[in-house]
């Protein structure tokens, strides 16, 4: 097998006042930065309130915008549900598949990422499930566990050659990614020693290879 053409990148986002305002109140450290309004509904899912946004429709509109379909892990479903609408208001087609999902609509809306009827599908799943031909993978969350991050990749890679995959990691800046680094890249690589794992995008941004 190989790995060929593939690039992507660590995106860090600033933290906005009413981020920096619950995280000094609140110990949901990861759904302040990616969803506040879920602590507070009083506070608007926007850009100026969630950066990580900024970064998300830069990236849409620049490195994702030939993209025909594109898989975000998105780990908690309130941010979910909040990113569908938002996205929906830039007018970006897309589903969410989740655990609340009815067996009834999961295969019908695997089946439309499939066939391009929607740009973009929010998920947690990371394994199990083949979503089709999708080259692009963005993680609006981080999972602590890097195992279960090349999981989710894994939904983008399929066959047994990777070619031309693109995975970007958005990131707040402060105590995020003090977690990414101090954490998550501290376990890649022990990951990485233990298991030989290579032919991964993920792995190869978390240990902070260049582009492969």
């Not at 609140?26 to 309130?49: A, G, K, T």
């Not at 990749?153 to 990691?169: A, C, L, N």
């Not at 890649?188 to 993920?202: F, P």
Request: aromatic share 10%; proline share 3%.
């Amino acid at each position: 097998a190989k790995m060929d053409e593939c690039k992507g990148g660590i995106i860090y986002s600033p933290l906005s006042k009413v981020q920096k305002y619950w995280l000094s109140r609140s110990s949901l450290n990861r759904v302040v930065y990616d969803c506040p309004n879920h602590i507070d509904p009083r506070i608007d899912f926007i850009e100026e309130n969630v950066p990580k946004l900024t970064s998300l429709r830069e990236l849409l509109e620049n490195e994702c915008k030939d993209a025909d379909s594109v898989l975000i892990f998105v780990h908690f479903k309130e941010a979910q549900y909040s990113l569908s609408t938002w996205l929906k208001q830039h007018g970006y087609s897309n589903r969410v598949l989740n655990g609340e999902t009815k067996n009834a609509d999961r295969a019908e809306i695997i089946e439309g990422f499939k066939q391009k009827k929607y740009k973009i599908l929010l998920t947690n799943v990371q394994k199990g499930l083949n979503f089709g031909d999708c080259n692009y993978c963005i993680f609006y969350s981080f999972d602590p566990n890097p195992s279960k991050m090349i999981q989710f990749e894994g939904r983008t890679t399929r066959s047994f050659d990777i070619i031309g995959k693109t995975v970007y990691v958005l990131c707040s800046l402060g105590r995020e990614k003090k977690a990414l680094d101090d954490v998550v890249k501290q376990r890649a690589k022990a990951t990485a020693d233990m298991t030989n794992t290579d032919l991964s995008v993920i792995m190869d941004l978390l240990l902070g290879k260049d582009e492969t």
